[in-house]
């Protein structure tokens, strides 16, 4: 079968954990909306009951033995996002999208690892999620700024990568595929992950990066780019933004000076990355590119 | 959030470890008393939460009582890097024979804690790791499995430690782990941990930050931001989990999201403004919310104008533009706002908004709204 995107299409059967709060409830039926084949959803306490017509089970293992799905969706508040990611991995779901914001640094990492040893992926948290345009959206995402197309986008930022995208849609460029990565400490994939399966897409031509200051992901995904055939662009935010209170020496000793929108766009920039100044560069950027 | 070294320094002795004898002083007054209960000659150390305290003059050293109560006025009357000196750590002053270097924190790209050991501690240690990198260990830890102690041993004696000495030191490494993990810490810290000439092995510094976002189940932690945070809008908006940063100039920001928040302070630079501030409210936004951050802008009197740039995927639209309209109605600010405000159920927030006779910018782009405001300041 032809990889019409990466991670998802629209043949992948979605999971809500948490799918009976507001924000889950609302959220299920945008999808619903686009065609995400959302097949079940998750609360404990409220199964039996329906959210715009899908099934809710009180677990994760009740949903899928009725409903098999390859990925989850996660709505769940912030101090049990820890049980609910785990529980989806013990029922062998294999992609994980965390929504939730304000996530301990801890519970990340302790995620991370359990995907790991289980070769499962997660994505976030306080991601927007993934969207293939046309075919699905596992996320909050506006629909409308979206258009089919052959750009893939990461991004660590949410609302910057609707700008971006809607800068593209509204110039005729569509997506492959745009993935919100998420910009917190520590996150479940790495740039360099999602670039690494966009250089296999056949059905992306190129990919535009949405980077900010903080952490070292545009810096370790530059040595990917070195490596790549497909043209990258890319728009770093937070040139303005002061470097804030150092995180003592531990942080200092690992970083050496990396994690600066400056240090960020000069790396990429090596790598043979071309840097937009502004969000609306990016179109002129991804239309050279494109052509050559 | 970060703790004072006192705070850390408690938690600290409750895991075993060894830390100098001290007291605290609200006032000059209680330096007295606090001098007699630690005993001469002592350190003075100003419980300010930055880095670099030291070489900035926050720590003092006297053998005398009047000494002690003289240069504790002092650093009480003074500003340390521009943070007040309310409080005072009157420590015993120790021998010292070497400075060490103990660290825990997490690897963002791995999402690993990395233990760092260095032989050579206190203020320069950033620079062993560039001059002398055979004298510092760092090892990723996994979190699921811990740190064995005899893994702390392993560490100490990649280092060159062994017998008693590698057993005390290791022992130590082996507590500050326990303290990362059971307080999610995003970073703990001892610099210098320091050998006596007794060979007694001391935290004469403690670093503890704990991650905001684990605090639900840290109750023995008192949030106390009057204490921690200066700034007054700062301490407002961090109340109500909006994220701020103070900047120089006199265009205020609010933004639904860090990366586009961001990137509207940038804009505003590069078409010639100064922001004031960056603010952002992440995806919980609701009516009261965003009235909230709207009155907290104005209350800056240094703002010349107000852009607030709005993103509806999760955010409610229809409910961030009544927040607005009430802050806005309410308080009748003088300084001209402009709203880009763009997603889901964008044309109700829009008429709220244009009904009330907020100007709205309709387009995706940060960029015509920050043109447009430059030409309503006529810059």
């Known amino acids: 079968m032809r990889l019409m995107c990466i991670l998802v299409n629209e043949k992948t059967r979605i999971i809500v954990q948490g799918i009976t709060g507001g924000v889950g409830s609302i959220q299920t039926k945008l999808m619903l909306d686009y065609g995400s084949k959302i097949v079940a959803g998750v609360t404990p306490g409220k199964g039996g009951t329906t959210v715009h017509g899908v099934p809710v089970y009180d677990t994760v293992k009740a949903a899928v033995s009725e409903h098999p799905a390859d990925a989850s969706i996660l709505f769940v508040p912030a101090p049990f996002i820890k049980d ?34 289980v070769g499962a992926r997660a994505i976030g948290p306080t991601t927007p999620g993934i969207i293939c345009p046309g075919k699905t959206k596992i996320g909050i995402m506006p629909a409308n700024v979206f258009m089919e197309g052959n750009v893939g986008i990461i991004s660590r930022s949410g609302t910057l990568l609707y ?4 800068n593209l849609t509204l110039a005729g460029i569509g997506q492959s595929a745009c993935v919100g990565i998420g910009a917190d400490p520590v996150v479940g994939t790495d740039m360099m992950d999602i670039l690494r399966l966009f250089e296999e897409d056949e059905h992306t031509k190129l990919v535009a990066i949405v980077g900010e200051i903080g952490g070292v992901q545009e810096e370790e995904a530059a040595k990917f780019i070195r490596k790549m055939t497909k043209p990258v662009v890319a728009y770093v935010a937070g040139r303005v933004a002061s470097p804030g209170e150092r995180m003592g020496h531990a942080g200092a000793i690992i970083l050496r000076g990396r994690g600066t929108a400056q240090s960020k766009i000069d790396v990429l920039r090596n790598a043979g990355v071309r840097i937009a100044n502004r969000p609306s560069d990016v179109v002129g950027l991804v239309k050279t590119c494109l052509q050559c | 959030m970060r703790l004072f070294e006192y705070e850390a320094k408690e ?11 001290g007291a605290i002083a609200g006032s000059p007054d209680e330096v007295d008393s606090a001098v007699r209960k630690v005993g001469l000659p002592v350190a003075i150390k100003a419980q300010v939460l930055v880095g670099g305290r030291g070489k900035a003059g926050g720590i003092k050293f006297a053998d005398s009582l009047e000494e002690a109560v003289e240069k504790a006025k002092e650093l ?6 521009g943070h007040r000196v309310r409080r005072i750590l009157i420590e015993e002053k120790l021998d010292i024979r070497h400075e060490y270097y103990l660290g825990v924190t997490i690897d963002q790209l791995s999402g690993k804690p990395v ?84 060979d007694k092995i001391y935290a004469v510094d403690a670093m503890l930050e704990v991650d905001d976002n684990s605090l639900f189940r840290h109750s023995d932690i008192k949030l106390d931001l009057s204490r921690r945070v200066e700034d007054e809008i700062k301490r407002e908006a961090t109340k109500r989990r909006l994220s701020y940063v103070k900047l120089k100039g006199d265009i205020g920001v609010i933004g639904s999201g860090a ?7 940038d804009l505003i630079k590069d078409f010639g403004g100064e922001p004031a501030n960056f603010l952002e409210t992440g995806g919980a936004i609701t009516e009261q919310l965003m009235e909230r951050a709207v009155e907290l802008m104005l209350r800056d009197k240094r703002l010349r104008a107000l852009l607030i740039n709005l993103y509806g995927g999760i955010n409610p639209m229809p409910a961030a533009a009544k927040g607005i309209v009430r802050a806005y109605e309410r308080l009748r600010p003088k300084i001209p706002i402009l709203v880009k405000l763009v997603g889901n159920q964008q044309e109700e927030a829009w008429s709220r908004l244009e009904s009330a ?23």
Do not use: W
Request: with cysteine; net charge negative.
């Open chain 2, 115 to 198: 233990v760092v050991f260095s032989k050579e501690g206190g203020v320069d240690v950033e620079t062993v790791t560039e001059e002398r990198p055979e004298a510092l260990i760092s090892k990723h830890v996994s979190l699921s499995r811990g740190l064995f102690q005899f893994e702390a041993r392993d560490i100490c004696q990649q280092l060159g430690l062994d017998g008693a000495f590698l057993l005390k030191v290791s022992s130590i490494l082996h507590r500050l782990y326990s303290v990362f993990d059971q307080y999610d810490a995003m970073i703990a810290e001892i610099n210098p941990l320091v050998e006596t000439n007794e």
């Open chain 2, 11 to 21: 938690i600290f002795r409750r895991f075993g470890i060894l830390v100098p004898n």
């Open chain 1, 84 to 117: 609910a990611t785990v529980e989806a991995i013990d029922s062998d779901i294999k992609l994980l999208v965390i929504i939730t914001e304000h996530i301990p640094v801890h519970d990340t990492a302790y995620i991370r690892e359990q995907t790991e040893f």
């Open chain 2, 357 to 379: 006779g907020i100007p709205v910018v309709k387009e995706i782009q940060t960029e015509v709204a920050v043109k447009k405001l430059m030409s309503t300041l006529g810059r």
């Open chain 2, 76 to 81: 009480m009357s003074e500003k340390i890097m």
């Open chain 1, 163 to 166: 700008e971006i995208a809607g």
């Open chain 2, 259 to 265: 990366g586009l928040t961001m990137t509207t302070i």
